[in-house]
């Protein structure tokens, strides 16, 4: 077979040259052109959790265990609607156990005051169900005879299933409340059945404070479900008073569960950021009402007024407005925005982080440039508006005269005076495509 050449003519081949050059034109720096058209996304990554904290307690001195006349005490956060529990084993039993009944002790009256004092009404004894009971005492075999017929978690109203007779636990068991101020509360609990029928050495415990949503406690079974066999580690404390393996299961459902509010996007040109600036105070131009209530209509109405911002958006879920957090393996709330933005303009955006009273995730310092594409996670950051005092995330009370504060907008720390958060790329996706 013979290949033919062709030549072709000198002015068409000028002609392509020319094209090909246009077509992978540069800007003035040898960058690529990128379109001035983007949409830009944002996810709520985090992977929601049933409960805000988890914990154990023990006796401070020599043993863990709690002795009669000894205590032992833990410190903790709840908002309005949130309980403790807490479950700790009857020493002297096969495998009974002291804890409050489900969802545990609120620790807010009605007209929303902190629960404080002796609670100890709220207390009683439990059968894990997994061995028989033997008369309670000193010379009680451990671990025991296992029962047959692994039987339910149940209530012991005063006697077991073997007839063996007990004390209310209220008289056994002390249980009593101290609010330290904000959400802050310090549960004390002090072995009292020295000198009773029941007089029983209590081991160390663990605790826990479940979510809430609304009204709704995300977890209202967060140790143990009566009415069901016993499960996550419960036996161990119940049989040994071990609380290593109830602690890896409460650690498996610990942490946070915010959703995100409606989102703010601006597009500007200049140096300074229009949402804030760190070290300021708030401006009295809307970063309030969207830190403390999610909604950012009030500076995105601001901002449409200003010199240099060319668009502002407010992004909403489609389905829930806000952006919910993932739950159960689903994914998480998402919100998408056309926006135009060309090399020399900014980008900037900002959020509430509603788990907190005015905490707000932001793109640092002065956003990113509009050219800019990809994923830009790496560049949020979380807030402190200043404007209510900080407290627990997950355990918060929201606005009002006492939580009122003016302090500048800081950036915070993680861990910050509460707890450890994930890492920002862990709960918010930002992309620009």
């Given at each position: ?50 409960l805000t904290q988890y914990g154990t307690f023990q ?322 950051g979380l807030f402190d508006s200043g404007t209510l005092e900080s407290s627990f995330p997950g355990a ?38």
């Amino acid at each position: 077979m013979q290949f033919v050449k062709f030549k072709l003519p000198l002015g068409l081949l000028s002609m392509l040259s020319v094209l090909a050059v246009s077509s992978c034109s540069s800007d003035d720096d040898g960058e690529m052109l990128v379109s001035d058209t983007a949409t830009i996304t944002v996810e709520n990554v985090i992977e929601g959790k049933a409960l805000t904290q988890y914990g154990t307690f023990q006796n401070t001195g020599s043993s863990p265990v709690i002795n009669p006349g000894e205590s032992a005490s833990f410190t903790f956060y709840a908002g309005k609607g949130q309980a403790v529990s807490f479950a700790a084993m009857y020493g002297n039993s096969n495998d009974l156990f002291f804890a409050p009944a489900n969802p545990g002790i609120l620790l807010y009256q009605n007209n929303g005051d902190p629960v404080t004092g002796d609670v100890s009404s709220q207390i009683k004894l439990w059968d894990n169900g997994t061995r028989v009971n033997e008369a309670p005492g000193s010379t009680v075999t451990h671990p025991g005879t296992a029962e047959t017929n692994v039987k339910n978690v149940a209530e012991v109203a005063g006697t077991d299933d073997q007839g063996h007779a007990y004390l209310p636990a209220s008289q056994l068991l002390k249980a009593e409340i101290t609010h330290e101020g904000g959400t802050k509360f310090t549960l004390k609990l002090t072995n009292t059945s020295g000198g009773t029928a029941n007089a029983t050495p209590i081991s160390a415990g663990a605790w826990a404070v479940s979510h809430i949503s609304g009204t709704t406690l995300l977890k209202q079974d967060p140790i143990f479900s009566p009415g069901k066999p016993s499960a996550n580690g419960l036996t161990d404390l119940a049989e040994t008073g071990k609380t290593t393996p109830l602690e890896q299961y409460l650690t498996g459902i610990t942490g946070p569960n915010s959703a995100f509010s409606p989102v703010l996007v601006v597009v500007y040109s200049g140096n300074d950021n229009p949402i804030f600036k760190t070290g300021e105070n708030d401006r009295g131009q809307g970063l309030k009402e969207l830190s403390q209530q999610g909604n950012a209509d009030v500076l995105a109405a601001f901002l449409k007024t200003k010199p240099g911002v060319k668009q502002v958006f407010v992004l909403k879920d489609p389905a829930t407005s806000i952006l919910q957090p993932r739950i159960n393996g689903n994914n998480g709330g998402k919100a998408s925005q056309v926006i135009s933005a060309q090399k020399g303009d900014r980008i900037a955006l900002a959020t509430m982080y509603a788990q907190s009273n005015d905490w707000f995730i932001a793109a640092t310092n002065n956003g990113v440039d509009g050219s800019t594409r990809g994923d830009i996670s790496s560049i949020m950051g979380l807030f402190d508006s200043g404007t209510l005092e900080s407290s627990f995330p997950g355990a918060h009370i929201g606005t009002g005269p006492a939580q009122a504060e003016s302090q500048p907008v800081q950036q915070l720390a993680n861990p910050n005076q509460f707890n450890t958060l994930p890492s920002l790329p862990q709960m918010i996706k930002v992309t620009i495509q």
